[in-house]
């Protein structure tokens, strides 16, 4: 059976209100509804569970492995009337793969508060203790061990934790997504230099790529349709998980300084814009954007379909856009003057993700886009600047290229030369299998290819060794010596592949009427 996907037909607002009573207190004194409240929620409820397992693959500590947890929001069937929902605290208290005491609870819980007040990042006004406890306390709409619908649903992963985009995961859970958000256990050992972003990162992305590994086993999971999804740091981390992973069918990042000098992405054995093949929905504070030196990196994506969108308005911020700011702008509603500009952004940000999403799913990918046509319409009236960028094909893989010999391979290297003269096919030594392969399976095919090659590459002692050969073949002995002469003349130094080449030419050039290689 199919997961229920609910795909949005119109922009309306959909409110959920849900009555909460905190034992101990009045409710008078707490914030009313959800941090879904004015969220357009799908269909479903919204279940939880926690998951756990060891990556035994990765054993650089002493102990067996890494304890890696996922968090999980699936698509439910509807929750009974006062059923506990998830609160922010929950889903921070999930890093300890140990159940602590309810003494060191409290000393945890206790130092998120501490957090809160103390770390005042971008987007979050000062709180007292008091209101930064309240925050914690505010509900989601999730529902632990709720019972699941029935069917395998699209997946979305979010990296960068389980708690700062908990309600996002549960508002595209309700539309029928399964969204999984990876995380390591904090109580284990850890022998690695985390001081080096690049360990931190690698291990990140590899932690979500043994959650996805884990999700082949669920069978709630349709791993057809995979989006990675980040905010900030996490976006960062979307961004190379999808470069490196192509199983990502989809990637969407929040407010992140991926195109920034600050970054430093090119310190990273694996970041590459060409990699980028699925397609991006880029979406930025106008802070944010302003501040990315170094945006010419997402422009080269040239091969991923790329929708940026900026949030214009210098109201809102950061953590606005994460469950750091949500606390406090829904339901606690203490960002003043912004409040209602925070409001439509947040909400904007996430019809924005459940059209993308939907989009390109397994089930529903078409030519006709949902999210373009609700960005023309709301662009002018909610601050919204649109950038499309569509993507162009690349040259094929070197194997491709082989697999595919025919009449028609000239013109077509010729075209992927035009579009894409960076790809590795035009490199010298993928040339040189390509005219190889051609030598064997196609004769009629090798001449043309060796000229194409060469005039890539008039320096490459191996190609003009190729060209040679194939001239000397086909009978045509004043092109062999003509190649083979300029392959003689060539110095190799340390290069023992064109060494032997030389030696090939040189030793061609005495059987052949016209005599000793010139210099």
């Not at 430093?264 to 694996?270: D, I, V």
């Not at 569509?390 to 000239?410: N, Y």
């Not at 040679?468 to 130094?493: M, N, T, V, W, Y």
Request: proline fraction near 5%; aromatic fraction near 6%.
């Amino acid at each position: 059976m199919r997961c229920p996907l609910a795909l949005p037909h119109h922009a309306a607002t959909l409110v959920l209100m849900l009555s909460v009573v905190w034992a101990g207190r009045a409710e008078a004194d707490l914030p009313t509804g959800t941090r879904a409240d004015g969220l357009r929620l799908g269909p479903n409820g919204v279940g939880f569970e926690l998951l756990s397992g060891i990556d035994h693959r990765r054993r650089i500590n002493r102990d067996e492995g890494i304890r890696l947890g996922i968090a999980v929001w699936y698509p439910a069937q509807s929750p009974a009337a006062g059923s506990p929902t998830l609160t922010n605290l929950d889903y921070r208290r999930l890093e300890r793969s140990e159940l602590p005491t309810e003494k060191e609870r409290d000393a945890l819980d206790a130092e998120e508060v501490d957090a809160i007040v103390g770390w005042r990042h971008v987007g979050i006004v000062a709180l007292t203790r008091t209101q930064a406890k309240t925050s914690l306390e505010t509900h989601g709409i999730a529902v632990k061990g709720a019972t699941a619908q029935p069917g395998r649903c699209p997946v979305v992963i979010i990296l960068g934790g389980p708690y700062y985009l908990s309600t996002t995961a549960e508002v595209l859970a309700s539309h029928g997504f399964l969204v999984a958000a990876p995380f390591r256990f904090r109580d284990q050992s850890d022998e690695r230099d985390t001081n080096d972003f690049r360990w931190w990162v690698d291990d990140s992305v590899g932690d979500a790529e043994w959650a996805l590994d884990t999700l082949r086993n669920d069978a709630r999971a349709d791993l057809r349709s995979i989006c990675a999804l980040g905010h900030g740091g996490g976006g960062m981390q979307a961004m190379l998980l999808a470069m490196r992973n192509r199983s990502i069918t989809s990637i969407a990042t929040i407010d992140a300084g991926n195109f920034s000098t600050r970054s430093e992405p090119e310190r990273l054995a694996f970041y590459s814009p060409r990699l980028m093949r699925a397609p991006y929905l880029y979406i930025a504070t106008e802070t944010t954007r302003k501040s990315q030196d170094r945006f010419a990196d997402f422009e080269a994506m040239k091969f991923s379909d790329r929708t940026e969108v900026v949030l214009d308005s210098a109201d809102v911020r950061h953590h606005d856009l994460s469950d750091i700011g949500r606390a406090v702008t829904i339901p606690m509603r203490l960002r003043g003057e912004a409040q209602t500009t925070v409001e439509k952004a947040f909400a904007n940000v996430h019809e924005m993700l459940v059209r993308f999403v939907g989009e390109h799913s397994s089930r529903t990918r078409s030519t006709s886009s949902r999210l373009v046509a609700w960005l023309e319409s709301h662009k002018a009236t909610d601050n919204l600047t649109v950038t499309m960028r569509p993507a162009i094909e690349p040259a094929p893989t070197t194997r491709a290229a082989i697999e595919s010999l025919s009449d028609s391979t000239l013109a077509n290297l010729k075209d992927a030369r035009q579009r894409d003269p960076d790809a590795p096919l035009f490199r010298e030594y993928s040339l040189r299998e390509l005219v190889a392969a051609a030598s064997m399976r196609r004769a009629s095919l090798a001449a043309p290819l060796a000229d194409f090659a060469l005039g890539l590459h008039p320096a490459s002692a191996v190609l003009l060794a190729q060209a040679s050969a194939i001239a000397f073949a086909a009978g045509d002995q004043l092109k062999a010596i003509e190649r083979a002469r300029a392959c003689a003349a060539l110095k190799p130094d340390a290069d023992w592949q064109a060494s032997i080449a030389v030696g090939k030419c040189t030793a061609l050039l005495q059987r052949l009427p016209a005599g000793s290689p010139q210099p």
